[in-house]
């Protein structure tokens, strides 16, 4: 299968390397040169420098033999032209794009992109399925620095309730990066955040912490 990936930051990174160690014809579209040559000696891929949203771009990559078009840039509009112009110029019968801002999915569907791929909608359905059961849900492992993200529910009768997020004494390299309140609304925490009942805290912490940061978040009265 031949496949266009335009954007290799993290997520296009790891995707085309994926894809190309099982076989498929790869060809990585980006603009900055640096990305592109570190693609083309880590993974062995075929790459273009330019913009993936442009016609004349996307015909020098061969836009028309194309079996799929993956667009994972960090702006959303961008990612919908690419797969717009992918389809409705080019012809490729499979797009999927990158949602980085979730309110922009279903729009995305409406104007035609196949898959929609939205990394906080995962994660949200994660959380949802998993943690009415489970007080600590893993969310991901960052096997470069060896963290590791993961989500932790505070119980109704915690000891955190109502006391600031520096008042809290989480372990020495774990930190609370979002919370998630009831009815889905999403905080990132300052210093004098308050944490409330059944607030969901996303955490980055390491495997040798992750019990202590537990006990801290749900220990009750």
Known sequence: MYIL????????????KDLAAVGHEILVIERNPRRAALVAEEIGSMTLIGDGSEVGVLREAGAERADLMVATTAIDADNLVICQVAKHVFNVQRTVALVNNPSN???FKQLGVDVP?????????????EIPTHSLVHILNL?????EVVVIRV???GTVLGRLIRDVQLPPTSHATLVIRHGGTV????????LEAEDEV????TQAE????LRTLTQVH
């Open 5 to 16: 990936v335009v954007g290799c930051g993290r997520i296009g990174y790891h995707l085309a």
């Open 105 to 107: 999915q279903t729009l």
């Open 117 to 129: 791929v939205s990394s906080t909608e995962i994660i949200m359905k994660n959380i949802e399925e």
């Open 143 to 147: 096997e470069s620095s060896h963290m």
């Open 155 to 157: 119980p109704a009768d």
């Open 187 to 194: 905080h990132t925490p300052d210093d004098d955040f308050l």
């Open 202 to 205: 996303v955490c980055v912490t």
């Open 210 to 213: 992750e019990e202590a940061l």
